[in-house]
């Protein structure tokens, strides 16, 4: 087993035991529920410390930000999720299972405050850095582009189960497991595009760029998933939200361009250090 696989394996563990035994604490000892973000940092922090001790560079640690960007690949990672967002919001309604709330329409803050973009931006940059920064190229070295989206994307949705059930459970979102099971399709469904910024760019900048995005607007417009608010299209969140049964339909649309995508692209090296 080469040393790409053995450090995916090894990430792979390390997240999954250390982010699932995070969230079983904090979400069973409640007063700590204020720590819930700090999970979400977890696969950055792992694969620094993977960084750091397999180059022990400081070229090696920073080498999944160092890709030359286009114009055309930062664009897409904003633009598309904010066309998606707003393409299903027009959708929800057309289709009479969203309405528009006025009021929230009138009101809501269309650019995040500096705090809440500064915090938002750490996280997700964190969180990014793990998952397309290290564990996607670590696999794609040894099987493929689309192999590793699909299996990053698995991996990456299983993450999230601890989280979702928790929050359902206290918020009282529907049915738990039902919501469990899509959050976790949904995931996967939106690995796809995150996995096409990254090969596309050799950077996570691009897809860090979409998951800020996709953090702050998606809520804003649909709704929350997680703690049951909603956005400017008031409707049943289960349904009608980015991911939810709505944004699995209308992202598994896209789903073949993107694997017809990461089959003809070439990939780059994982790291030139």
Request: net charge positive.
């Amino acid at each position: 087993m080469d040393s790409s696989k053995r450090y995916a394996i090894v990430f792979i563990v390390l997240v999954m035991g250390i982010t699932w035994a995070f969230n079983l604490y904090i979400f069973k000892h409640q007063t700590h529920l204020s720590m819930y973000t700090l999970s979400m940092i977890i696969p950055g922090i792992v694969a620094l410390f993977l960084n750091a001790f397999r180059y022990r560079s400081f070229k090696g640690i920073t080498a999944p930000f160092s890709r030359r960007l286009s114009i055309k690949i930062l664009g897409f990672s904003v633009g598309y999720p904010v066309i998606f967002i707003t393409l299903l919001a027009a959708l929800d309604v057309v289709c009479f299972i969203g309405t528009i709330d006025h009021h929230r329409l009138e009101t809501m803050q269309w650019l995040p405050p500096l705090s809440v973009a500064m915090t938002g931006f750490l996280v997700v940059c964190a969180e990014e850095y793990g998952w397309r920064g290290f564990l996607l190229p670590n696999i794609a070295s040894g099987f493929g582009e689309l192999f590793a989206t699909v299996a990053v994307g698995i991996v990456w949705a299983v993450w999230h189960i601890p989280a979702v059930l928790f929050l359902a459970k206290l918020t009282q979102v529907g049915n738990v497991y039902t919501l469990v099971g899509v959050q976790v399709v949904a995931m996967f469904v939106f690995s796809l595009p995150f996995a096409y910024c990254y090969f596309k760019s050799g950077s996570i900048i691009p897809p860090i760029l979409f998951h800020f995005v996709w953090n702050y607007y998606n809520p804003l417009v649909l709704g929350s998933i997680y703690n049951n608010r909603h956005g400017i299209i008031d409707g049943e969140i289960l349904y009608i939200n980015g991911e939810g049964v709505a944004g699995i339909l209308l992202g598994s649309l896209f789903l073949l361009w993107f694997i017809r995508r990461l089959q003809n692209h070439n990939l780059r090296p994982v790291y030139s250090v």
